[in-house]
């Protein structure tokens, strides 16, 4: 636009309009560009414009976020983000430019990772508290590059009834650092060698190891029985890294 004096917009080309108009503009790529079989979220989170009451501004700036499952819908969602911007600046005599950053891909667990990790933490939990088919949510997760390069899962570990990260009110409890330690090392634990010959995961556990795992992040071996050096390390290191607030998703223990 061009900026000029708050009581003289007709000298004026005013981008705050234009802005305005794109706002709602932009929520039609949802509800009118994509089919309500599909996920796409876009969603405004920034707009920035003008310095003082009386001064129109000479630029505005818009930010948000898009989030999608299919490599198409995220093409067609930025190919219609350009053209809502460019042609509603045109209808008000102004001119945009869009910078679209493509982010994280979906992340998309592996059946098979996310069985053993769903029946590990039935074990640590109990079944009435593992959801092993939740709902997928849009939040992004940079874990999405691994699972594109190896097989895995990602799970969510429930803190109780607390606005969700990102809240202003959000407070991580650390209360359940104990069973987030105590799923990582019983996941330790439960793995398979490749020697085992399709072992179930209650023999892998006892069988293999001889050990079992109490809520409280400890190992103890049965008796007569002692963990690998090297596995004991292994369960120390992973009980204190599950206390940082960073945890698992795709399943939810709760």
Known sequence: GVGGHGAEPAASVDPIP??????????????RNVSALDRLVVSVTEVHAG????????????????????????????RRMREIAETQAAVFGCTATVLYKRGYPPLVNHAEQARFAAEVAREVVGADKVDADTAPVMPAEDFSYMLEARPGAYLFLGQGDTPNCHHPQYDFNDAIAPIGASFFARLVCCLPRPSSGGATLSRLATSWWGSTLTTSGSCRSSP??????????????????????????GLRAV
């Open 18 to 31: 234009a802005a305005a108009a794109m706002v709602g503009a932009l929520q039609t790529i949802v509800s």
């Open 51 to 78: 310095t003082a009451h009386n001064i129109i501004p000479g630029t505005a700036w818009l930010g948000g976020t898009v989030r999608s499952f299919r490599p198409e819908i995220r093409d067609l969602a930025e």
């Open 224 to 249: 007569g029985r002692t963990l690998p050096p090297a596995l004991r390390r292994r369960i120390r290191w992973r009980c204190s890294a599950a206390r940082t607030p960073t945890v698992p998703l």
